[in-house]
């Protein structure tokens, strides 16, 4: 086996801003691993949240390196050491993803089939909006035409989120999705907000306060007048006994399992427990987003809008036409 990364920047069409950080661009990674005549490639984004930099993306890749490389193609044997491994989930979903689709191209199977999953025909999307002031919203949602999205996600910081989501819903959105990223600290006035809520067309509240906010996540789910998603709180092994009891369903991200057999598994409990299943994504290329819209036969909802904001995409993976997603014809 050979490994290499390749660090690519991606030039954002506008400035994200979310309750905890903001940025004009974002420094991803493709990772290729070529297994004799046959390679895999897949898409690394680290996300600051999890401590992840692109310099701890480099100096991890380049710890395992040699070590990696050693590796008989043994496809259980790779999955376990990178599973094992202390490296950054973001790096280690793009590991074990460029391996599997090299060993999937090398042994002629098709990836959904090893998977053992449906392949999706298409996949509607949501349309997440930054925060930006109320003033705002009208002429963004029109410069790229939102109309076309059946489902709006909000990123709001406090409860003068409901006026943003008033004015989204007057634009046309015929349902929107709350994301917090966090934001809230007071378990009783974030009850409030969701009883603020409960009449308009909101499918759900995302993970509004910190993750090592447990017991009020707890008293939340049993007030709270909306379905409360887990983002943050679930990572590559989230205890699904604490996690059922704060909240109704979870976002599961690749790039927070670390593999596609490890997001498939945390989408599996959680509808085992008959939670909300949603795929999310960070800002990544359509490379990365193709790995996210692969297991969506797997979720009641999808956020794969994270190609749509970048600049200067190259791989054209995917493509969205109306608000779905569907494979590079």
Not at 18 to 35: G, M, P, Q
Not at 124 to 143: H, N, Q, R, V, W
Not at 173 to 196: G, H, Q, R, Y
Request: charged share 25%.
């Amino acid at each position: 086996m050979e490994w290499s990364i390749e660090k690519i920047r991606l030039n954002l069409k506008y400035t994200w801003k979310i309750s905890r950080n903001s940025s004009a661009y974002k420094e991803n990674f493709i990772v290729t691993c070529r297994l004799g005549g046959h390679a895999g490639q897949a898409e690394i984004a680290p996300n600051i949240r999890y401590n992840e930099t692109p310099e701890n993306i480099e100096s991890s890749f380049e710890s395992i390196k040699n070590e990696l490389q050693s590796l008989n193609n043994d496809y259980a044997a790779v999955l376990k050491f990178l599973h094992e491994t202390n490296i950054p989930n973001a790096l280690k979903f793009g590991l074990s993803a460029a391996y599997t689709h090299a060993y999937c191209t090398s042994q002629n199977i098709d990836l959904h089939s090893h998977l053992g999953i449906s392949k999706p025909q298409q996949a509607a999307s949501c349309y997440t909006l930054p925060i930006m002031d109320l003033g705002e919203i009208a002429t963004f949602y029109k410069t790229h035409q939102l109309h076309r999205f059946k489902q709006i996600k909000i990123k709001v910081n406090d409860a003068s989120g409901i006026d943003l989501v008033k004015d989204v819903i007057a634009l046309g959105a015929p349902t929107i999705m709350i994301d917090a990223n966090e934001a809230w600290k007071d378990v009783e006035e974030l009850i409030k907000f969701t009883e603020s809520m409960q009449k308009l067309p909101v499918l759900f509240v995302e993970q509004p306060m910190p993750a090592s906010f447990i017991s009020e996540y707890k008293h939340l789910k049993k007030h709270s007048k909306l379905p409360i998603m887990a983002d943050e709180s679930v990572l590559s092994e989230p205890n699904f006994d604490e996690i059922e009891q704060q909240f109704h369903g979870v976002n599961m991200k690749l790039m927070k399992a670390g593999s596609y057999q490890n997001g498939i598994r945390i989408l599996q409990e959680a509808k085992r427990r008959n939670m909300i299943c949603m795929i999310g994504c960070m800002i990544e290329t359509t490379m990365g987003i193709k790995s996210a819209w692969d297991l969506c036969s797997l979720a009641d909802y999808a956020d794969l809008d994270g190609c749509l904001i970048v600049d200067n995409e190259p791989y054209h993976a995917v493509y969205e036409k109306d608000g779905y997603f569907f494979e590079k014809e």
